[in-house]
């Protein structure tokens, strides 16, 4: 099954598909899980955290855009530029809409990286860590767990705005 208005799967991949596809694949599924729970909440409600660490909905949103941009874009690809903001704090005025325009964004960019690829073993062009440029395949691994651990949390959040729960 897709998305209509993204043409995303919206169901993991199937269990014999090659490398690239289930990385891809459980990657988009994740992605796309934590955007459908920020949709439909108010924007002042998704910006405000019931939580001591402050991390919101919106907070959850811009962290995620600015990973990938950092991994894939900035550390990969070896964009000329600082590295993004991936702070967890919403800016004043940022709404659900304009979140999720920028993290699909993000996430365009970063899959032109990945299909400019033909070598997920190939290191990227610099790291963000005091390490040498992992692999494309070490990034999506981690990407798959950062972005997994993001859509726990913002579970959470969505079940104490509303009660909703589920994917």
Do not use: Q
């Amino acid at each position: 099954m897709s998305d209509a208005k993204t043409g995303t799967d919206l169901r993991p991949p199937e269990a014999h598909a090659d490398e690239r596809a289930t990385l891809l694949t459980f990657l988009g599924y994740l992605r796309e899980s934590v955007i459908r729970k920020a949709e439909g909440v108010p924007d002042e409600a998704a910006g405000t955290s019931a939580l001591p660490s402050g991390t919101s909905l919106l907070g959850l949103l811009r962290h995620l855009a600015g990973v990938e941009l950092n991994w894939f874009v900035w550390a990969y690809e070896g964009a000329d530029r600082e590295p993004w903001d991936d702070g967890f704090t919403p800016a004043p005025g940022e709404t659900v809409a304009g979140a999720v325009a920028a993290y699909r964004d993000a996430i365009r960019r970063a899959d032109t990286v990945v299909a400019a690829c033909d070598d997920l073993e190939r290191p990227g062009a610099r790291s963000l860590r005091e390490t040498a440029p992992p692999s494309l395949r070490w990034i999506l691994v981690h990407m798959i767990e950062e972005t997994g651990r993001h859509a726990g949390h913002a579970d959470i959040l969505r079940e104490l705005h509303d009660g909703a729960t589920g994917r």
